[in-house]
């Protein structure tokens, strides 16, 4: 069954990063077998996130050569749906549209926006989010929604494939959407129902894998208990209960529609993600959470899931002290490949990549590097400067897959039982030394251990390289990949 991703919003579109970040793992790991398509639904285009949601998949079509192992095309990504429908209304030449440019010229409607919102909120720019206001959102997904069936979803756009593409392909009982978004009171929370409900008349299965409370809400500042305080919409908990009516509402259609729904939220982790403003967390540092999340939705998708309303919370400090593998989605399967993943990252910017930028007489005796080529290294210098550039590129590209599990370290209690390390891949220290080498300090080689103190000869001293192989590295690339694999081989070996 393809699966076509559709991303609400920031937070859809941070689950659409999460799943980029995680695009070759998932292969490797056999929990995908084919490519899937994602789609863009978010105003704000200049932000950090829409840019590391579409980075991502293009990152993954610079890196993917030098992957050492079977690794699929690249999934395609349209990433300008709400432009689209924003131009069928006319507002996309409105830099700066309001709420009253949503309402129009009616005369009543007019005057029950100003009984809504104060004229502050009235003439508050739109352009690039609802800021935390469904009930603004809600008008402004009403307007534009008119126009999806018009817009790169359905129609397709630039060479790339729409809906009907996808359905005419594959065919509609072998076509699944799944809805990524959040529902605390965001762009995300305007667009889930009135979406569902549009893509529902297509009689394709729909299936929800939406993101809750991951950050501190403050109360409401009213002076009434219960009171809404209409000047503080957007800044108070009334968005997330607004949202919060959404999942009841969204749960009655689940069992009307047979559809799947997976609703995750970490309380408790509000000092981990920051604090809350209008526009959302302000750090948004608890990828743990994005990781159920997008795992979720590869779950949901498997063969012998059922219909219904899936509910995860995961917290730690509270109800107990470490969140563990089995607490996340295919958490036992994605383990090692992700282990092996980031030890392949690490030997190759703590030590393959310090060896290519040496001094021609350090090179000389560089037993690892000798193998790799017919005569000394240091007498093919222009070839190992080319190794280094292309690996340094290739670093470049793979630092966000870094991040993402190196911030899960950071801000969560992932691991083992008895370990109070984080995730337990290294070392918090030494963990904190590969972010800093991803930024290419020398320091590394100081650092004859690693991954919890095992000896660096495991992953390269043990290599025995096929000299055979000589005669087909035409190039410097082809040298570099044959070195990866080897390095990998090692990694995935009972010695490593």
Partial sequence: MHTVFVCLGGTGTQLGSAIGNLYPLLHLSGIIKEPFSMFILDKDTNSGIYKACTGANQRYTDYRYLLPFENLP?????????????EGTGLLRNKNYTVMDLIGDDTRMKELASMCWIEEKRNESLRDGNNRDPSRGGLDALVCLEHLTESSLFQGKNGKKGLQN????YGENDVRVVILGGTTGGMGSSLIVPLAKQLRDKKLRIDMVLLGTYFEIPQRNALQPGAVDVDNIGTSLDSF???ADQI?????DTVKNDWRVYYAAMPGFDNTAGKFDKNGAVKRKCHLLELTAALAAFVLGEENSSPGFYATSLSYGRDKQFVDWTDIPLGNILKKPAENFMKLVSVLASRVYPSLCAEPKDIRGNNYLKPYFKKNPADEMETVRNMRDELKIWLQNITQCFEFWHEIQLNTRLGEKDNKNIVTFFPEKDMNLLAGILDFSLRARENERLFGGEPWAVFIGNIKPDKKRLVDANDSRDKLKWMVEDIWSIINSKEG
């Fill in 241 to 243: 209960y607004r949202a």
């Fill in 248 to 252: 009841e509402e969204l749960l009655v």
């Fill in 166 to 169: 996808i359905i005419d392909k």
């Fill in 74 to 86: 690249p999934y395609e990504l349209s990433p300008t749906v709400y432009q689209d429908m924003q």
